[in-house]
């Protein structure tokens, strides 16, 4: 348990109440956490880990790890990997908003630059003297923009 009255473990945290009574916190269940809150979490359980190194008196035999010491080590690197996997889903997530609010714009791009392609096929038939292709649907989408924005 730290100094502010938190127990945790990688899938659980248990606050502790001044009357007795805990309250506790599945990190597995999502739906109750935004990643950023379980981000804001980890790195406080982090602080809390080093606080309890530091209050270490360290009256051990030289090279050696004691049990409680090996515990804070596997704790503080599951911690940073869940650290680590909340800052990756954040930043997923922004790209993710980001492609969305693009889409639009990217559809457009993409349909004008499959017009170009297909401009490009019906003036090499025209300059061969070959029977023109059909327009298609990316000249037509673009064609239509045009003549809607006149």
């Known amino acids: 348990m730290t100094s502010s ?6 899938d ?4 502790n109440q001044p ?5 506790s916190l599945d990190l597995n269940d999502t739906t109750e956490l935004d990643i950023e809150t379980a981000r804001l979490l980890t790195k406080l359980w ?5 606080d309890l190194r530091a209050s270490d008196k360290g ?8 049990d409680g010491q090996y515990a804070i080590d596997i704790l503080a690197s599951e911690l940073e990997r869940t650290l680590t ?6 930043l997923a997530r922004s790209m993710s908003e980001a ?5 639009e714009c990217i559809e457009r791009l993409r349909l004008e630059e499959q ?3 297909d401009d490009r096929a019906y003036a090499a038939a025209l300059s061969r003297g070959m029977a023109l292709p059909r327009k298609t649907v990316s000249q037509q989408a673009v064609e239509d923009v045009l003549l809607n924005t006149k």
Do not use: C, P, Q
Request: avoid cysteine; charged fraction near 20%.
């Open 85 to 90: 996997m909340s800052e990756d889903m954040i």
């Open 46 to 50: 982090l602080e809390d880990l080093e």
């Open 59 to 66: 009256k051990y035999r030289a090279g050696t790890t004691t």
């Open 5 to 10: 009255g938190l127990s945790t473990s990688t």
């Open 19 to 23: 009357s007795g009574t805990s309250t």
């Open 99 to 103: 492609v969305n609010a693009d889409a």
């Open 115 to 117: 017009a170009a392609h």
């Open 12 to 15: 659980l945290v248990v606050f």
